[in-house]
């Protein structure tokens, strides 16, 4: 295994802080965080996309959680060494499912580099490994067109397809394009991603949210994450399931904003 090749985007800016957001598996960043990153109007919001998704290379080899982590840490060392984040501007992260799975990794090895973390619809463990592979093997042979009715279901509370259906199309599209070999290799990091045990390691402020009808991390997987790290907050978005910045921009942006801001104020 190796770090994986990834890149950001620049969603909005230029301002201070900076917000660096993390992707859910099957989808790329600006559709994931476009309309809450508009709302994030104090933040610079940069969003990096998983290794054969959006923007980023298709991946040559497995990888890790770790290597993810490593991967975004290594984004923000060069941003702040060539000066794209000025010295002394906090740096913030938000992920969505395996993008939150990696924020709660960045605390674990690289918590020198947050002012706080959000970890969004998703859990210190996510699914069972038989699980993961099982969907690995699926998608590496028949490809990412064989997930879209599955994540649709899991993805979106009820009636918000018809409700945004330009917002549900273009996450769908994202997961339809992206690099079968890549996601299972993502897959198949999931499946071996278990940090139940070391969250006390965590001394970074850590706000976990859940989409109130996630049926996949549902708000019992927040709790116990702001419940075992050395200082956690837990909160619930109404009417989301599991694309929090998605199907409710507006309430994600806000708790955010909250949340970061707080930490913000304390460390002036």
């Known amino acids: 295994m190796s770090i994986p090749a990834i890149k950001a985007t620049r969603l909005t800016g230029p301002g201070a802080p900076v917000l660096i957001a993390g992707p859910s598996l099957g989808t790329a960043a600006l559709p994931l965080w476009n309309r809450a990153a508009a709302a994030l109007d104090t933040f610079t919001v940069i969003g990096w996309d998983l290794p054969g998704h ?52 960045l605390g674990l090895d690289h918590g020198e580099l947050f002012d706080g973390l959000a970890v969004l619809c998703s859990g210190a463990k996510i699914g069972d490994a038989e699980g993961w592979e099982e969907r690995a093997d699926t998608v590496r042979a028949q490809g990412t067109p064989t997930q879209i009715t599955g994540s649709a279901q899991r993805w979106f ?30 897959c198949s990091a999931l499946a071996n991603f278990d940090v139940r045990e070391r969250l006390p390691d965590i001394t970074v402020p850590v706000l976990a949210v859940a989409g109130a009808e996630d049926a996949v991390t549902p708000p019992s997987f927040a709790d116990l994450i702001a419940d075992r790290v050395t200082n956690g907050t837990a909160a619930v978005v109404n009417e989301a399931a599991h694309l929090v910045p998605a199907e409710q921009p507006a309430q994600t942006a806000q708790l955010l904003k909250d949340f970061f801001g707080a930490q913000y104020l304390e460390g002036i």
Do not use: N
């Not at 941003?79 to 499912?97: H, L, N």
């Open 54 to 105: 959006g923007a980023s290379p298709a991946a040559e080899d497995g990888f890790s959680i770790d290597d993810l982590a490593a991967a975004v840490a290594d984004l923000v060392r060069g941003a702040r060494r060539s000066g794209d984040i000025a010295a002394g501007v906090p740096v913030f992260y938000a992920g969505v499912s395996l993008g939150g799975a990696v924020g709660l990794q």
């Open 157 to 186: 509370a009820p009636g918000f397809m018809e409700r945004e259906p330009a917002a549900a199309t273009a996450l769908l599209h994202s997961l339809q394009d992206a690099d079968r070999f890549s996601y299972a290799y993502c």
